[in-house]
Structure formats: C-alpha cells, structure tokens
C-alpha cells in the first residue's frame, strides 16, 4: 500500500554569544578541555540562580522576526523536567506556553512552511563514550551545559525529503545572515530532529497541498533526535518511511517513540518511548520573572536585521540584470553577496559589467580572503584580449598614485599591507581597460620600499 509522508520539524540552532545563556562562563567552549567552562549555576548546584543572558533573548528575537513571526509581548521561562545524565539539575530551562515568537513561516520554490513557534532554551552537558581503566564508561563534559539555545519547531507540513533538505538550509542561511549563530553542523551549532509518520492515501486530505489538517494527522509520530547533517535526515527519513511502511502493511501501528540515527548501519534505533508534553510536568521558573517586550524594543530588533537573502535575491536581478540562478548562488553566503556588490563598485571604473564579474566569482571561485574586490578586475580584465603597456608609462602610473594617497603609503609601511589591494585598483584606473598588469603588485611593492 501507498502511504503519504507527514513530516515536522524541531532544529535548535546554538547562539555565538560571549556568555551563557544564565550564567557568566564562556559559551566557546567547542575543543577545549572538559569541564574547564563551568560554574555552579550551568552544573545546577543548589542555591545557584539563573540570570537570563540579555542578548541571547534578543537575538532569538531577531530569528523569530525573520521567520516571520509574531513576538510575544509577554513571555516567560519553564522548567522542563526529566532524569538524565548530562542535565544536573533534573530540568531544563526552556518555555513552554508563552514563547518569543509564534505563527511565522518560511517560503520554499513550492509551499510555504508553518513555523509554530521560536523559543529560547539551555542546552545540556554532553556524553562521552570511552574506555577508562579498560572498562566502557559514559563520562560527561558540562563546558556545553547552559549554552543558549534556539528551538525552531515547524508544523508538519513536509511531504517529502527535497522540502525538507530546501527548508533547513534556507533555515541556516537566514540565521547566518543574521549574524547569530554559525550553524556549524560538524560542531553541533545546529541540530535536526524530524517527526515522521505515514497515513493511508484513502485519508481526506483536502488543501494537502499547502498545509497539514491536524485533524487528518496519524494516531502516531517518529521523532529521530539529534542528526547534525542535512544528508543523514534525508537518509533518517527514508529509512523510517521505509521501517514504518513495512509495520502498516502488516496491519499494526507504528509505536510513538523517540529513535536515534546510526549513522555506521545506516539507520535508526529505538532510544525511548516518546514522551507528550504533559510527562515533563512544566511549570513556570520561579527564579526567572516574565520578559516583557515593548513595540519599541521589538521595533529596534527588528531594524537590526539585514536585508535576508529572498530579498536580496530579487534585489540582485533587478538591479545587476543576472538571472535566479546566479543571484541564488551569490546570496547563499552573506560575505559572498558583500563581495560580489564591492567588486561590482570596483570594476565599473573598467567597465565591467555585473554580469561578467558574476561569471568570474561563480565560475572560478577565488578566494575573497585572498583577493579584495579590487584585484578581481585584474583578474578578470588578464583573461580578456589585453594591450601591453611599457614598463615606463606603469611606473608613472604607480608613481602618479603614490603621491596623490600618501594616507595608503603611511598605512602600508606601518603594516597595513591590504591597503595594497586599494593602490592597485586606483594604478589599475589611470591605465587603458585591456591594458596587460602582469608584475603589477611586484612594482608597486618595490615603489612602497
């Protein structure tokens, strides 16, 4: 039998803040000695108090507005109770019925996606599995316990694994462009945890192709816990279509439980049976008062937020004349776009068109650490027809320059060599468009001496 695929999705994404999110330790802790980033409060040592880290708050806040959510005006921090080893206090702060941010959404190529809510969580210490004394042992290294969390929780409004891989990756863009987390998935900067289950094709499901009834979802869900790879829940899915397909077709209901991913056996495993909302037995921290939100402050979160990369994307068509394709690839990375737009700047001084200098970066891929937005049009200009110049009418050129920006000369000699990039470009700008610069950088260096 044919099933449909329901899908939702929980990630947390780990804030870059300074300090934790309820105390003053380091929150960069990735790397280093365990349990060398902790103090009573993020081990839960009794009488300990939580102190709510301001900007951590406001940077969930900035995610929630992305997401096109609407802000809680007043929203407050629970206690999410259950045993295990790397949570010391028996509970985690988390919120649970007045979080930051509510009903938002994300656009895909082909649906728009529900975000149910944006809120702001502690992330727990971290197992560790290894060999002591020759003895197989679990220890636990609490430099993560208390690092500020954002979970984004979708409603199930995936059909497939395209949409999902589609969402999670405009998902870490938009927190890249915002400039609050790195998302690095190989540290654990971002975390996958997908809901599957199956439900027969004889289900009604009118208006399926945008969003999910809730009174047509399955008796039942799959969660599968802590993927950190786009590829491995695409993989994680397919293999629980698959597991589930198999135990509806014998006539019997998939157990509501929670699975890990193996990711040596290419599949997942039972860890525990999935709990509801109620068995955490939440209520409000009484150590933390409500966070109240004023329109002002979330007026001045939200002018803090960067032109997002749809929006750049449309901007870039209209105003460079590239296509969907190019612009897509441009704006994946925020320092890309702000390099291609530079360089733009630049290279009109040799007529260069936006889309050449699109070319250029997509198809040869230069280092940006490496070669400022200037030096690109030299690049750009050596593979076109170029006309030699003498080495005369080059020094001259240099010499010209030299004497009209004696700030770049004094920068350059007291160590501030990327000004060398500048000097180029304005030599670059006295000579001929197609004029050959071979040696350029080597003649400038040797005038500076």
């Not at 630049?346 to 970066?361: P, R, V």
Request: aromatic share 8%; glycine share 4%.
């Amino acid at each position: 039998m044919e099933y449909q695929v329901v899908i939702g999705l929980e990630t947390h994404v780990e804030l870059k803040t300074k300090s934790k999110m309820f105390c003053g330790c380091s929150a960069d802790y990735f790397g280093l000695e365990p349990n060398t980033h902790v103090c009573p409060v993020c081990l839960g040592l009794p009488g300990a108090l939580p102190v709510p880290n301001k900007t951590a708050i406001e940077w969930c806040v900035r995610i929630a507005l992305a997401l096109n959510c609407k802000i809680s005006s007043v929203s407050k921090f629970d206690r999410k109770n259950y045993f295990y080893p790397d949570l010391p206090k028996g509970y985690q702060i988390s919120q649970y019925d007045q979080p930051f941010g509510l009903n938002g959404w994300i656009e895909l190529k082909d649906k728009r996606v529900r975000i149910r809510r944006v809120h702001m969580e502690e992330d727990t210490g971290k197992l560790i599995h290894a060999d002591v004394e020759k003895n197989r042992s679990s220890l636990i290294d609490f430099n993560r316990s208390g690092v500020p969390l954002v979970e984004v929780v979708t409603e199930p409004d995936f059909e497939n694994t395209q949409q999902v891989t589609e969402y999670l990756q405009k998902l870490r863009q938009t927190v890249r462009y915002l400039d609050v987390s790195s998302a690095d998935m190989e540290k654990g900067d971002m975390r996958l945890e997908p809901n599957i289950s199956l439900r027969s094709n004889t289900t009604n499901t009118t208006n399926r192709s945008n969003t999910t009834n809730d009174l047509d979802l399955p008796p039942y869900k799959v969660e599968v816990k802590n993927i950190n790879s786009f590829r491995f829940v695409a993989k994680a899915i397919d293999e629980e279509i698959k597991r589930q397909s198999e135990i509806l077709d014998r006539g019997e209901t998939p157990e509501q439980e929670t699975r890990g991913w193996d990711e040596k056996k290419g599949t997942t495993v039972s860890q525990r049976t999935k709990e509801e909302s109620h068995d955490y037995r939440y209520f409000p921290e009484p150590d933390i008062p409500p966070v109240i939100l004023t329109g002002d402050q979330i007026l001045n979160i939200k002018k803090q937020i960067p032109e997002l990369p749809d929006e750049k994307i449309t901007r870039f068509m209209g105003k460079y004349k590239i296509t969907d394709y190019d612009a897509d690839i441009l704006t994946r990375e925020r320092s890309i776009a702000d390099y291609f737009e530079q360089a733009v700047k630049d290279g009109s001084k040799h007529k260069l068109t936006a889309k050449q200098i699109a070319n250029y970066i997509i198809n040869k891929k230069p280092d940006i650490e490496k070669t400022v937005p200037a030096e690109l049009a030299e690049l750009i200009l050596s593979t076109r027809g170029t006309t030699e110049i003498s080495s005369q009418d080059l020094k001259k050129a240099i010499e010209q320059v030299l004497l009209e920006c004696p700030k770049a000369v004094e920068d350059y000699k007291s160590g501030k060599t990327q000004v060398l990039g500048f000097i180029t470009g304005k030599v670059r700008a006295l000579l001929p468009p197609n004029a050959s610069t071979e040696g350029i950088r080597e003649l400038i260096e040797q005038a500076l001496k």
